[in-house]
């Protein structure tokens, strides 16, 4: 059984920072392409970034967050830095089979449950 499980939201002033952490379980990590999204209320899924051979990053959040993984722990990665109150959302992991770099949530076969990040003063 697939399991990812996010960790790491909560509630933060802005311009500040927090990291997630995405757990994963029940597939070969390192061979899977990984990616974070977020979904605020009332919009669409948005893709944030994602890690593969390289790394790519929507041009709201290039500069301010970093992806990365750690294969030996099986846990991917966001680096948040340089919160605004529009980053405020559920943040999701996603794993996908390589297939090169892809942004839209349908490609992904596996997705973790989200974890809340509000930034707020």
């Known amino acids: 059984q697939v399991q990812l499980e996010e960790s790491g939201g909560g509630l933060v002033q802005p311009g500040g920072s927090l990291t997630l952490s995405c757990l994963v379980s029940g597939l070969t990590f390192s061979r899977h392409d990984m990616a974070w999204f977020r979904q605020a209320p009332g919009k669409e899924r948005e893709f944030v970034s994602w890690i593969g051979f390289s790394t790519y990053y929507s041009h709201s959040v290039k500069g301010r967050f970093t992806i990365s993984r ?3 722990k099986n846990t991917l990665y966001l680096q ?4 605004k109150p529009e980053d405020t959302a559920v943040y999701y992991c996603a794993a996908v089979s ?3 770099l892809t942004t839209q949530p349908k490609d992904y076969d596996y997705w973790g449950q989200g974890t809340q990040v509000t930034v707020s003063s």
């Open 80 to 83: 948040m830095n340089g919160l």
């Open 98 to 100: 390589p297939m090169g």
């Open 70 to 72: 750690d294969n030996a």
